[in-house]
Nanobody, 122 residues
Framework: VQLQACGGGLVQAGGSLRLSCAAS????????MGWFRQAPGKERVFVAA???????YYADSVKGRFTISRDNTKSTMYLQMNSLKPEDTAVYYC?????????????????WGQGTQVTVSS
């Protein structure tokens, strides 16, 4: 599967953005999906995940502010980001894994998108 992330941009602290991740192929509904982010000079870290049933899992740092969702009819996953903070600044990557279960571990994902930059100014 090929993944294409978009929706990043520059936003002031307290603002909102919605990221999208479009997947190719007709098997999107069989993949668990996730979002990760990587700030300059730091490792890629987990943000949120959603399984084929729509169950979700969030990193503590975004819980209550970010919402992950998916639309299997459009083969697209979303990340609604509200109350953004400067520390949310990073390149955001979407990922897919050939499993029905949730995971916050990057090594468990099989396919990755190219990333979209999110910059939050203070």
């Amino acid at each position: 599967v090929q993944l294409q992330a978009c929706g990043g941009g520059l936003v002031q602290a307290g603002g909102s953005l919605r990221l999208s991740c479009a997947a190719s192929g007709r098997t999107f509904g069989t993949y668990a999906m996730g979002w990760f982010r990587q700030a300059p000079g730091k490792e890629r870290v987990f943000v949120a995940a959603i399984n084929v049933s729509g169950d979700t899992y969030y990193a503590d740092s975004v819980k209550g502010r970010f919402t992950i969702s998916r639309d299997n009819t459009k083969s697209t996953m979303y990340l609604q980001m509200n109350s953004l903070k400067p520390e949310d600044t990073a390149v955001y990557y979407c990922a897919a894994r050939q499993s029905t279960s949730l995971s916050g571990r990057a090594s468990n994902y099989d396919y990755w998108g190219q990333g979209t930059q999110v910059t939050v100014s203070s």
